[in-house]
Structure formats: structure tokens, C-alpha cells
């Protein structure tokens, strides 16, 4: 695997993605967003490992910058900056429409996958 993989994930948000449950306006939380910035990063790297091997995440540092409402169409990508050994270095980021609403950095570990 080496550096320059990217990974692309477009979501509409809907119910499942808001604030509502934590007591929130009702816009995308920031534990849904990163959450799609971690699929996007292993999704993009998923094709190119072993039957036996996963990924998972070890470290986000991420800034939600601004809000996305109900029905709009969030554009997460990343980008494979770094690998070192098993470690993975992602760029993270989150669009709605020309805005920039999140941006980070996103670490995953190569490891064996659970029988």
C-alpha cells in the first residue's frame, strides 16, 4: 500500500446523522461527521489488503467548522499521506456544497481481522 490513495463518500443527512439526539438545533453532529471521515479512509484502503486484515482508527483530530442541515449533501474525502509499517495517515475532509464544514487528520492501524 502506498501514499496517494484517496476515498470519496457522499451522504444526504438525515435523522440519524443530527444533534437531535443530544439535545441539539437538529444539524450534523460531529460524531457522525467523524464517523464518515473514518469509513471514507478505510474504504479507500479496504481494496488493497489482505483477506486476513482490517483496519481500525486510533486517532482523530478533526474541526468541525460549520453546520450542515437536515437534507443537505455532505462530500467527506481522504487522502493516504503517510504509511509507516502498519500505521495510515489520512487528510480528512468535509464539504457541504462549496463550503468546507470539516477538516483533520485521521490515524488507522493495519491489524488482523477477527475470525
Known sequence: ???GLKGRTERVIDEALLTRHVGGQGVFATP?????????AHGS???HLGPDQTTVGYEVCVKH???SRPGATVVVTSLLKEVNGNKLLFEVECH????LVGT???KRAVVPALE
Do not use: C, F, S, Y
Not at 96 to 99: L, M, N, V
Open 1 to 3: 500500500m502506498q501514499a
Open 32 to 40: 457522525a461527521m467523524i464517523l464518515l471521515m473514518e469509513n471514507t
Open 45 to 47: 484502503v479496504a481494496p
Open 65 to 67: 467548522l460549520g453546520p
Open 96 to 99: 457541504d456544497g462549496d463550503r
Open 104 to 106: 483533520g487528520t485521521h
